[in-house]
T-cell receptor, first 115, second 116 residues
């Protein structure tokens, strides 16, 4: 079974609009972490935001926020006021357990911001 | 700049050859991870080293091996290369201890391997 599912292969959004990228996960471990990474066309993987399974509040980092719905096992990334530079692949990833553990990635969503 | 360095940036080689990819983690990070990104498999975890010791293995082929040296840099060795090994290989590092999460992993720029 897929541990991380990103159901949107591609999304097109107008500049300055908000966008939500979907991510659902599957784990039986009560302790886990959820991450979002951005991969521009240049190829590097850029860490955006993190949500821990025990965190009571949704994580926010500047224009990025994570809509964490634990009961639904979803961790959607919300980008407010999108910019042309937000065009990239976005990956949701999960770490099961605490500490230094491997990440399991979803297949990614290609986001294109139109001017 | 994540602080993780990888060399070389690009590598083109022939089938059957052997190559070595090198990674230097961020200063102070003891954990090093290797990932492979290919079009058909996506991003796959290969192997994790912590302070010189292997901690976890993913779907790493027997033709592949890795090690982490006392200065904490790591090398990924790929041998008997096949066309299907063409991919982007990432190294990532993270802190290994501390009372709090997130233990986020910072990725290097990757090595793009092309096997012809």
């Amino acid at each position: 079974a897929q541990k991380i599912t990103q159901t949107q292969p591609g999304m097109f959004v107008q500049e300055k609009e908000a966008v939500t990228l979907d991510c659902t996960y599957d784990t039986s471990d009560p302790s886990y972490g959820l991450f979002w990474y951005k991969q521009p066309s240049s190829g590097e993987m850029i860490f955006l935001i993190y949500q821990g399974s025990y965190d009571q509040q949704n994580a926010t980092e500047g224009r990025y926020s994570l809509n964490f719905q634990k009961a639904r096992k979803s961790a959607n990334l919300v980008i407010s006021a999108s910019q042309l530079g937000d065009s990239a692949m976005y990956f949701c990833a999960m770490r099961e357990g605490r500490g230094a553990q491997k990440l399991v990635f979803g297949q990614g969503t290609r986001l294109t911001i139109n001017p | 700049d994540s602080g993780v360095t990888q060399t070389p940036k690009h590598l083109i080689t022939a089938t059957g050859q052997r190559v070595t990819l090198r990674c230097s983690p961020r200063s102070g990070d003891l954990s090093v991870y290797w990932y492979q990104q290919s079009l058909d498999q996506g991003l796959q975890f290969l192997i994790h080293y912590y302070n010189g010791e292997e901690r976890a293995k993913g779907n790493i082929l027997e033709r592949f091996s890795a090690q982490q040296f006392p200065d904490l840099h790591s090398e990924l060795n790929l041998s008997s290369l096949e066309l299907g090994d063409s991919a982007l290989y990432f190294c990532a590092s993270s802190v290994a201890w501390g009372p709090n999460d997130p233990y986020e992993q910072y990725f290097g720029p990757g090595t793009r391997l092309t096997v012809t």
